[in-house]
């Protein structure tokens, strides 16, 4: 499982240490990361996650490292325009607003706990007051409170602001949101999935290994799974969970076993689905499908063959392509 910034976060804190956390809350023109994007900086000066590198990174790293000390979270704005390209390089002209928040050891119940809704898949809000106080409070679907307390009647704050995906500042209070990150279902432990899985876990998906060979999908030969199942392909559709954001790829050992997953998941909502094969293969199984009642344009918008065009061959550059092809597919719908 990818380690996130959180998880530093906390090995800081137990060892006794601070940093600066650095996240871009707003932006005007183009800039190398979105809004959200957040990077940590530790006492130590070593930094974790980015920003968007280059001028803007070099910047907000040296302000964090002198501002440690201080803890009262501070605003920077910084200018990536004609000047910027001349002295750093960047060319991305635009205006950056970044949010720099000091790491207290009073705060570290809301870190961890920020920590576990990420890997758990479960949603929050985290507010981070700076008004004369430095409070921060995180906020779960249940109404639940960690850290600083604050005043709520009912859900409706939770409920108004659960689906801003973007941060938000407003009279000295940054509001964020926590979304659990998108599931992989993988279908199929063989070489293509081994690296696969990695590559998914590295660009922040949660992956499930399903086969029906436990000699096969293992932590042994799947470290970085979230999660093993050990089940028949068909049958395993009765424990999954499909919100209609869930990925899927079909790269299992032989061909009806493709077919009787894409099957399964045709009578699913996803944001991808993905299934392995020649182009003669993949027309057959896509034909019959049709043929067989399914929704024509459920069955056209397969990814089949599956993964962007790279003339890839290996299983490590089928993995890229497949991976690509997923990323492309969460920013088009994201951004």
Do not use: W
Not at 297 to 325: F, N, R, Y
């Amino acid at each position: 499982m990818k380690t996130t910034i959180y998880d530093v976060i906390r090995d800081y804190i137990a060892n006794g240490k601070t940093g600066t956390i650095a996240t871009i809350v707003s932006k005007d023109g183009s800039s190398p990361r979105n809004t959200g994007a957040k990077m940590f900086v530790g006492e130590d000066e070593k930094v974790y996650e980015t920003i968007g590198g280059g001028g803007l990174e070099y910047k907000v790293q040296k302000h964090a490292i002198k501002s440690i000390g201080n803890d009262e979270p501070q605003l920077m704005e910084i200018r990536l325009d004609s000047e910027e390209v001349g002295s750093d390089g960047d060319i991305c002209g635009g205006v950056v607003e970044v949010f720099l928040e000091p790491v207290l050891e009073k705060h570290a119940e809301v870190y961890q706990r920020i920590d576990h809704l990420e890997k758990n898949g479960e949603k929050g809000i985290f507010i981070t007051s700076f008004n004369g106080k430095y409070q921060k409070t995180l906020l779960e679907e249940d109404m639940s409170i960690t850290g600083d307390s604050i005043r709520l009647d009912d859900n409706s704050f939770f409920q108004s602001n659960i689906n801003q995906l973007q941060p938000r500042l407003m009279d000295e209070t940054l509001i964020e949101t926590i979304h659990p990150s998108p599931i992989l279902y993988l279908f199929g432990a063989g070489h293509v999935s081994q690296f696969i899985s990695p590559l998914a876990d590295t660009v922040g998906f949660q992956v499930v290994v399903i086969d029906d060979r436990e000699e096969f999908a293992n932590k042994k030969r799947f470290p970085n799974a979230n999660k093993l199942i050990i089940k028949d392909f068909k049958d395993v559709f009765n424990q999954l969970n499909f919100t209609g954001e869930e990925y899927v790829v079909i790269v299992t050992r032989g061909h009806q076993f493709d077919k009787d997953v894409l099957e399964e998941s045709l009578k699913k909502e996803t944001k991808y689905l993905g299934m392995i094969g020649s182009r003669t293969k993949v027309k057959m199984i896509l034909e019959y499908m049709k043929e067989c009642g399914y929704d024509e344009e459920k069955v056209d918008g397969v990814h089949s063959p599956i993964g962007l065009s790279i003339s890839a061959e290996t299983p490590q550059e089928i993995a890229v392509s497949i991976v690509a092809e997923m990323i492309q597919v969460r920013r088009e719908k994201s951004e």
